[in-house]
């Protein structure tokens, strides 16, 4: 498809085998930030790629991170709540979906996550703050954004879940902290965690795929997969598909097919 650049990687031998269940193809997509025209692009190849490769059970993973940082949160949310989507959809929470539940419940928290791309969300509900902070401050705010926002979106926010397992493979946002079981793993690390998890060479017991830290490229080491390609700065949003063994990248920024890497 024009306009996107797929990948495909080859696992070296000494790595340990990893799949998805037979007839299933998990579609993964990173770290959106408010980029609704990518996320479209990304959405019409999965739909394009299963009419040309129809799977009995395919499976779309979002990462979390819908909001924030780009300038068309509410224009994703449109997408994720209101448009047919082409497979069945898993969505997980990243940290910045819990920064904007967590200051609808407490507007006193508001500044720490306006100041990390909230009011770039706020804007794209059509909220100026400014008269907003003067007259009653993040409460009035929040008390905005809450009338503002669709019980859709609001809904689709709140059932966000912050990790699953398909396979071989354990979805999250963040990470996991090394040393801890998966089915022990607190909610807080998986939204949130950077080091000692990324830094970290102990097999967790399946395949981590996550985003939340910024790299150019997906970056495949031999326990983790992180698949956050900056897109509300790059322009690159990137979709892991997973399939029996095989590894597949599409990216938004390019027609080029190559391998990976």
């Not at 990687?9 to 770290?31: H, L, M, T, W």
């Not at 965690?193 to 790299?215: N, Q």
Request: charged share 25%.
């Amino acid at each position: 498809m024009a306009g996107l650049r797929a990948r495909w990687f080859q696992r070296r031998a000494r790595e340990q085998y990893r799949s998805v269940p037979d007839k299933c193809r998990v579609y993964v997509i990173g770290d959106i930030h408010g980029c609704a025209e990518l996320l479209s692009r990304i959405l019409n190849f999965i739909a394009a790629d299963l009419k040309d490769r129809p799977i009995e059970e395919p499976r779309v993973v979002l990462l979390g991170d819908y909001v924030d940082r780009g300038l068309g949160s509410c224009g994703v949310l449109d997408i994720l709540t209101t448009a047919p989507l082409p497979a069945h959809c898993i969505p997980l929470r990243g940290n910045h979906e819990q920064m904007l539940l967590d200051f609808l419940v407490e507007p006193h928290r508001g500044i720490d996550w306006i100041r990390n791309g909230g009011l770039e969300t706020l804007h794209s509900y059509g909220i100026d703050v400014r008269p907003l902070r003067s007259r009653g401050g993040y409460a009035e705010i929040a008390a905005v954004l809450r009338a503002r926002l669709p019980p859709l979106h609001l809904a689709f926010l709140e059932h966000t879940i912050p990790r699953c397992e398909i396979g071989d493979y354990f979805f999250c946002h963040a990470g996991v902290r090394p040393g801890v079981p998966l089915k022990e793993q607190d909610d807080v690390d998986l939204l949130w965690i950077r080091d000692p998890f990324l830094s970290a060479k102990c097999d967790f017991g399946k395949m981590i795929v996550h985003g939340h830290t910024p790299v150019d490229q997906p970056s495949v080491l031999h326990n983790r997969i992180n698949i956050d390609t900056g897109a509300y700065i790059s322009g690159k949003l990137t979709c892991l598909i997973l399939e029996d063994s095989r590894t597949t990248f599409v990216s938004t920024n390019s027609s080029r097919r190559d391998a990976w890497p």
